[in-house]
């Protein structure tokens, strides 16, 4: 349709909401020098959100941590993502001990079944929670926006269908006062450019999005 009309997808999702769009930096997990070196090396390519994963060993992975919020100052972000390894008491505890760095969102820290997971450990700590696992079809979308049980919904149009549904559930997720960090799996030319197109239409999209293509 875009070809036919000679229009962008940006315009033929409701137009711009934003001008540009802001990526991650993806860390490798390693011991706290490793992690400080990319780090340095994602700050002179002007990045200015930083992700790694965690969830097998908290003591190395605070001393990790601690290197990458020295390494990149108070002003950065940093995201960790557990891909659902810990339990509600587990992720209760760690996050408190995590947020002494100031994390900006904790992707997926405990398992996405059943949804009261995420919903009771939202309650628990003030850590923002981000959804990712779970969010694998449209009603699964849905009924983490209708639970509350996320701050952030971290999905793309891959796992629900179409780049139409990924922009509707979107904008359900606003009008609930949830943001949206889009998901990436590594998608190159098109799909990348497509996905790029929608962000710029979102209302509530976040810093740091995914893509893992630089």
Not at 102 to 126: G, W, Y
Not at 131 to 151: C, H, Q
Not at 186 to 192: P, Q, S, T, V
Request: hydrophobic fraction near 40%; proline fraction near 4%; charged fraction near 20%.
């Amino acid at each position: 349709i875009g070809k036919a009309s000679d229009l962008p997808l940006y315009r033929l999702y409701g137009g711009l909401r934003r001008t540009a769009v802001n990526y991650f930096y993806y860390l490798a997990t390693g011991n706290p020098e490793d992690v400080a070196q990319q780090a340095a090396s994602g700050l002179v390519q002007g990045y200015t959100t930083f992700y790694v994963k965690v969830g097998i060993n908290i003591d190395r992975e605070l001393e990790m941590i601690a290197a990458l919020r020295e390494t990149i100052g108070p002003a950065k972000s940093i995201r960790i993502d557990a891909n659902g390894a810990w339990t509600v008491a587990e992720a209760t505890r760690y996050l408190t001990l995590f947020d002494r760095h100031n994390i900006d969102f904790a992707e997926q820290p405990v398992k996405q079944d059943p949804v009261r997971n995420m919903a009771e450990l939202r309650r628990r700590v003030s850590v923002p929670l981000a959804a990712n696992e779970g969010l694998w079809r449209s009603t699964d979308v849905w009924e983490v926006i209708r639970a509350r049980a996320a701050d952030i919904l971290c999905f793309s149009p891959y796992w629900v269908g179409t780049l139409a549904r990924f922009h509707h559930l979107s904008h359900a997720a606003a009008l609930e006062g949830l943001q949206v960090c889009r998901h990436t799996h590594g998608e190159l030319g098109l799909m990348a450019a497509a996905c790029q197109h929608l962000c710029l239409t979102l209302p509530n999209l976040v810093d740091g999005n995914q893509q893992t293509a630089s």
